[in-house]
């Protein structure tokens, strides 16, 4: 399989479920990330991973796991219906300069009851 | 704060040209980007422009000037295919992707 891979690609969960987003990318990149892609709205950068973990104020219901550079994890807590929105993945070779360019995943497409 | 304006939606006819236009007021920039996203799908790159001009690849081009502060996409020979949003975004100076909502192109034959 090549590029990046995430599962599931849909996922309902109620508000007091605990649930878990994969992602795995086949590029030997260094960097991945996740992304919050809500409707009508701007793509919102959630975590950066590069050697250490950079969080973008994110609340704390959300909590990421990047066990090597080939695979990250989301992994959800007691989420609000607000919360509802598509989840991408990406990754770069490099993250802080240059021209990486992101490569993304298909997106888990979550829905909150 | 930092923003980047592109239209909601856009329609065009197969065969036809369309162009997108992407404006921006960021702290800084290190670079623009277009990316191509279909319903459902995974956003796809599109093209890196970093210096004033235009950059042509197929049917696509992208145009920057850092002086407006103005970017453009422009698709030639419209094909139904080409019906997808397209998301602007741009580097700042702390090397963050900032994106636009982006822009759904509707080509109806």
């Known amino acids: 399989e090549t590029g990046v891979t995430q599962t599931p690609r849909h996922l309902v969960m109620g508000m007091t479920n605990k649930k878990s987003l994969k992602c795995e990318q086949h590029?030997?990149?260094?960097?991945m990330y996740w992304y919050k892609q809500s409707a009508k709205k701007p793509l919102e950068l959630m975590f950066v991973?590069?050697?250490?973990?950079e969080n973008n104020s994110v609340p704390s219901r959300f909590s990421p796991e990047c066990p090597n550079s080939s695979h990250l994890f989301l992994h959800l807590h007691t989420l609000q219906p607000e919360d509802s929105a598509l989840y991408l993945c990406?990754?770069?070779?490099?993250?802080?300069?240059?021209?990486?360019?992101?490569?993304f995943g298909p997106g888990t497409r979550l829905l909150v009851l | 704060g930092q923003n980047i304006d592109q239209p909601t939606e856009m329609t065009a006819t197969e065969g036809a040209i369309v162009q997108i236009n992407c404006t921006y007021q960021?702290?800084?920039?290190?670079?623009l980007f277009w990316y191509q996203q279909h319903a459902g799908e995974a956003p796809t790159f599109l093209s890196y422009?970093?210096l004033d001009g235009l950059e042509e690849k197929g049917r696509f081009s992208s145009f920057l000037s850092r002086s407006k502060g103005y970017s453009y996409l422009l698709l030639k020979e419209l094909q139904m295919k080409d019906s997808a949003s397209y998301l602007c975004a741009v580097r700042d100076s702390n090397y963050q992707l900032i994106w636009g909502a982006g822009t759904k192109l509707i080509i109806k034959p």
């Open positions: 590029l030997g990149h260094n960097a």
């Open positions: 991973f590069k050697e250490q973990t």
């Open positions: 422009n970093v």
């Open positions: 990406a990754s770069s070779q490099d993250y802080g300069g240059g021209t990486e360019t992101q490569y």
């Open positions: 960021t702290s800084g920039f290190n670079g």
